[in-house]
């Protein structure tokens, strides 16, 4: 499941595990229109993360877990607070600046270093990178580099030289990735949400093609 669905699932858990009490795997496949199976992949990473109590076929949301999924709503903002701290503990955060110790990286590669020697699935490194961006623990600029925050541009990093000046006529602010705010791209349908992926990597083998 993509970072967007999974934090649907954490919100379908707050509705249903009203009071802190456990929900089943199958009602919460129910609610979201997922396979028990996906479910519980997904429910495996949120352990990880902090955001569910561990558990078999049962799930129950940790307390941070609950203050995200009731602030991504009305405050996806407030929400990425809560995250920050349970995605600066994970293992993906320590990784991330290994790689960023130099300077920004591209999206596509700093996805590639993070999915070395985990599962087959294409997306896993894109999403773990997308998990660190909404919790505030690494930043994307405009041309989908990716830096960690305060990092200075670094000579020959991926990212420009210097900072331009804004100027009316400039490209949409940072926090646009392809014309799309964060709000609108998890908003996206499952399908959609697939292909605006698979055109980030489009746009991002172009930029990065050897000029002829």
Sequence with gaps: MSPAQQIRLVVALAGLGAEGKEVTRAAVAARIGKSPDTVS???????EVGLTEPGRGRYALTDQGRAFAEAWPRDSTQARLVLRPLMQAHWSAAAAAKCLADGTLPQEELA???RTGLSRHAMRGVYLVEWLVIGLTVERDDRLHIHLPGQAQQPGSAGPAQAKPRTEREE??????LGLTLREIQELPDARYVAFLEGVLQTLRGALAPVA
């Excluded at 992949?41 to 352990?47: I, K, P, R, W």
């Design 112 to 114: 590639r270093l993070l």
């Design 172 to 177: 949409p602010d940072p926090a646009f990735l």
């Design 41 to 47: 992949e997904s429910m495996a990473f949120l352990g």
